[in-house]
């Protein structure tokens, strides 16, 4: 909300221009209220049922906290409980140092290849979470190609848990952290060299704290994920049950929804509190960057160079063949008695009862939310952003959606089965439809959606909206001639992001699909309950092709097209 | 003129009716427990039979289906179950959800697999055993179980899948085998031994010998048929039927109150009962209703029937809440990571 606060002074001057009569304002303020009804449809209204369905026992009928109670007695929940902190803390203590050390590499080194280790780190994102989870069962399984290294340790368990979260989640944290180190002043590093300080000295007293809000925001990012994912222990977690395992046992296989409600919202705990870190993080990091900073570019060290290098090949590598080897086994004829190639595990009829039907219903989920989606988030933004009436409802519309970033997608996904499945809403008839997946995936990936379109509307000056005004051209048209068309960029990016995690996501939907509308990520969780692991890795090996196929178009895409449309902005 | 283009119209007309009547099939949404790779080849001749239907499969496994079934009492969201454990079908019949129908041809069935109550409402398919699959690659010398108690041996501690009996109808036949062969005391407490064998459990009748034969693991205890189905494929398996003889289950049909498509369902209920229908029953399961109808697969291990132990699914389905609550306090509350 800080930044509508800094609008307030180009709110007078725009005010002043407004001449364009109660017309454009009543527009203005029909469209920002359909927003908010909006917003509270697909999103405040499924998580208040899932509250109200916390405090009701199996009927209905209002118990106050019975239930939580329940839960703290029984033991098999709260030694979930336990488990599920012990492994996202293991996983957070991980990947936090590895992420940092990697991004240190290609923020403050000049080792070579940077772009193309950049790329392979970020290669989990590409594939829905289990598919970490298989790959280790290739390298680290019973009959693994590496099963020595395990040392007679078994992988199902917290020890594969760990290690294929940490692999899933390594980018989420890359991507922060290399945010926060591109962010420093390098007037200090500059200074600390001319005084003679020493390497560990400027590495404790400058770099490490000025980085030190991406720590802990990327901390919180990775625990987070980690605590609420599904698909990585339901692989491969043997009898070690989590929090999330434990929700989906509850809801589908008991459809005990209010014990399931509970479980939701402890797993709402930590992401509320990541939340408020990540805000408050944010604001004392931007307030750390004065107007005179200047970006640091690192000198040539070779020693340093070269050791960051070999660290990051050894990352970088180590994450690619991991999935590489789980693509590989999905070409396996029978693992491991049988190496010959086939592509018989492609053939998902075979294991599968709705085959390639799945593949298809996730690229039309993945289509669809990306041009709704976009659609509706942009608008919205452009309206909470540029609009200069209805301060208060705007600011409404943009806590709720700020909303879903605290929101875990397997609470939503809860809350979803509560709203949409009750005898009682006329929305009912939505369940189980492509419809209702669409919606959730929309609300389940709308901030950082939103983010992405306030950033790139916050770069346009208000001036032209202000001489719009004057010009007495309303909004509408603003908006369409100048505004959609200069951000064409942020626009294609939010695409580019829905599609890809309507793709590979798991945690939400595996409660909404229905009879013909299960999906690719979904007949994954299937096929490895069937035993079949071969296609599992299969099905995941076409979805990560698909997302990493988008990705390189959309980067062509803007080196070609956008790269010149935009050359303006470079001064 | 004009009457010879009417009269051509006409005939047109009359030619694509029948398309037309194909065009509008009934849904009938089917609640299952089916393997995953039955389901295409079940929909196929369930349609060809009946042509005005459409089957929408729900699937999950036997203790998921059961759950949901029961919770959705009062908004039924299912037309028909078909291939799930008879002994949840006898819960569904206590519980009054079941519309009472005699499919035609029934009484040719075997007399087991007819519901044996008025008024009639279920009808067994085929049955299916709880059987050992045991990878002799991966054994390490170990000699191969041929009886249950041979699953103590300390040489399998840790090596041992089997189905959860409260998710895998699979899993539910060999806890309810165990405790009515060999009495409840003497069933528990062999039940306690394996649990310190046990790797893990699994959410599926098939994953356990899919695991063994893949050498994930060197036991999984699983349905007889996907044994069999895993050593044609070239794994290095061995179908065991323990000596003392294994629990079975019966996979049933009926029609659910309350459906708004009761026509299509009768058919659908009738085709069940079907010789044809039998004969695909038998690509997949060793023993099915029909008389006569048999083909055994490759690699079946013999002597199936004989293996099976008198097993009474009225005592399955009225003790199923207590024995799985049971289990589940014995076993799960102390399932965590074991190593």
């Not at chain 1, 890359?174 to 590093?189: F, M, N």
């Not at chain 1, 890809?500 to 999906?519: D, E, H, P, Q, R």
């Not at chain 2, 209703?289 to 009225?314: C, F, H, R, T």
Request: proline share 5%; charged share 15%; hydrophobic share 50%.
């Amino acid at each position: 909300m800080s930044e509508l606060a800094t609008s307030a002074p180009a709110t007078a001057s725009a005010m002043r221009f407004r001449r364009a009569g109660l017309g454009e304002a009543q527009v203005a303020g029909a469209l920002i209220a359909v927003v908010c009804l909006v917003l509270i449809l697909i999103i405040a209204l499924p998580l208040w049922t899932l509250l109200s369905k916390s405090v009701q026992n199996v009927d209905g009928q209002f118990v106050g906290l019975a239930n939580f109670a329940a839960y703290a007695r029984s033991p098999t929940l709260v030694a979930s409980l336990v488990n599920s902190v012990m492994v996202a803390g293991l996983a957070t203590a991980i990947v936090i140092p590895l992420a940092f050390v990697y991004a240190y590499a290609l923020t403050r080194s000049r080792m070579p290849l940077k772009g193309l280790f950049a790329a392979a780190a970020l290669l989990p994102i590409f594939a829905p979470s289990l598919m970490a989870a298989l790959a280790l069962i290739y390298v680290f399984g019973n009959q693994g190609i590496l099963k020595s290294w395990m040392m007679g340790a078994s992988l199902y368990g917290p020890i594969g848990i760990v290690v294929a979260e940490a692999l899933y989640s390594f980018p989420h944290a890359l991507l922060i952290l290399t945010t926060a180190l591109s962010l420093s002043d390098g007037r200090l590093r500059e200074a600390a060299d001319a005084l003679g300080t020493t390497r560990r000295r400027i590495f404790w007293s400058i770099t490490l704290p000025g980085a030190r809000y991406g720590l802990v925001s990327a901390a919180f990012v990775v625990f987070t994920l980690v605590i609420t994912d599904f698909g990585v222990p339901k692989v491969i977690g043997g009898q070690f049950d989590v929090l999330a395992t434990d929700a989906y046992r509850q809801v589908v296989g008991q459809q005990n929804f209010p014990m399931g409600a509970v479980v939701g919202l402890v797993l709402l705990i930590p992401a509320v509190a990541a939340f408020f870190v990540d805000r408050r993080a944010q604001k004392r990091q931007t307030a750390l960057l004065s107007a005179r900073a200047t970006p640091y570019f690192p000198k040539r060290d070779r020693q340093r160079d070269w050791s960051l290098f070999a660290f990051v090949a050894l990352v970088g590598t180590a994450i690619v063949a991991t999935y590489g080897v789980a693509v590989w086994g999905s070409f396996v004829r029978y693992w491991p008695y049988n190496l010959s190639l086939t592509l018989n595990n492609y053939d998902f009829a075979s294991v599968e009862p709705t085959g390639w039907e799945g593949y298809v219903n996730s690229l039309k989920l993945a289509g669809l939310t990306a041009v709704i989606g976009t659609a509706f988030v942009f608008v919205g933004a452009y309206l909470i952003e540029k609009l200069t009436v209805f301060p208060r409802l705007r600011g409404f519309a943009h806590f709720l959606a700020m909303l879903p970033m605290a929101v875990p997608g397997l609470v939503l996904g809860l809350g979803y089965v509560f709203f949409f499945n009750a005898s009682w809403n006329p929305l009912n008839v939505l369940y189980g439809t492509l419809v209702v997946m669409v919606i959730n995936t929309v609300a389940h990936y709308y901030t950082v959606a939103h983010i992405t379109a306030l950033t790139s509307l916050k770069q346009i000056d208000r001036e032209f909206e202000a001489v719009s005004a004057s010009l007495k051209v309303p909004f509408w048209r603003t908006f369409s001639r100048v505004t959609a068309p200069i951000c064409m960029p942020a626009i294609l990016d939010i695409a580019v992001y829905l599609f890809v995690n309507a793709m590979t996501t798991v945690s939400a939907v595996i409660f909404l699909y229905g009879s013909s509308t299960k999906l690719a990520s979904i007949a994954i969780v299937h096929m490895d309950e069937a035993g079949a692991v071969a296609s599992a890795a299969a099905m995941g090996t076409v979805i990560m092709a698909t997302a990493i196929g988008v990705k390189l178009l959309h980067v062509a895409l803007n080196a070609l097209v956008f790269g010149r449309l935009q050359r303006w902005r470079v001064r | 003129m004009k009457t010879w283009i009417l009269a051509g119209a006409a005939a047109i007309l009359a030619l694509t009716a029948p398309g037309a009547a194909f065009a509008d099939k009934t849904k009938v949404t089917i609640y299952t427990a089916l393997e995953n790779d039955q389901l295409g080849p079940f929909k196929q001749s369930i349609e060809a039979a009946v042509p005005d239907a459409e089957v929408a499969w729900v699937r999950d496994s036997t203790g998921v289906i059961t759950a949901r079934f029961l919770a959705e009492k009062d908004n039924p969201r299912a037309d028909m179950v078909v291939g799930l454990a008879a002994s949840s079908l006898l819960m569904f019949e206590k519980a009054g959800m079941l519309e009472a129908y005699k499919p035609a041809g029934v009484d040719q069935l075997k007399e087991i697999f007819r519901d044996p109550k008025e008024p009639y409402a279920w009808t067994g398919m085929d049955a299916f055993l709880g059987a050992i699959c045991f990878n002799t690659a991966e054994a390490g010398g170990a000699a191969a179980p041929a009886s249950w108690k041979d699953l103590l041996k300390p040489e399998f501690k840790g090596k041992i899948v089997m189905p959860h009996p409260a998710s895998s109808g699979t899993g539910y036949l060999m806890v309810a085998g165990w405790l009515q062969s060999m009495g409840e005391e003497e069933g528990w407490r062999f039940m306690d031994g394996l649990h310190d064998n046990i790797a893990a459990y699994l959410h599926s009748g098939s994953a356990p010998c899919v695991q063994a034969a893949r050498g994930e693991r060197v036991i999984g205890l699983a349905l007889d048929m996907r044994g069999a189905a895993e050593k044609t494929k070239g794994a290095p398996i061995e179908v065991i039927l323990p000596k003392e003889g294994v629990g079975w289950e019966m996979e049933a049909s009926a029609i659910v109150k309350g459906t708004k498509n009761l026509d299509v369902t009768k058919k659908i209920a009738d085709w069940v009962a079907t010789k044809d229908a039998n004969a695909l029953f038998s690509k997949t399961y060793a023993i099915v209703a029909y008389p006569g109808v048999a083909n055994i697969p490759a690699n079946y291990p013999a002597g199936a029937e004989q293996a099976m132990i008198k097993n009474d699914l009225s005592w399955m389905a009225d003790n199923r809440e207590r024995v799985l609550a049971e289990w589940s306090k014995r076993y799960e509350s102390k399932a965590a990571p074991k190593k």
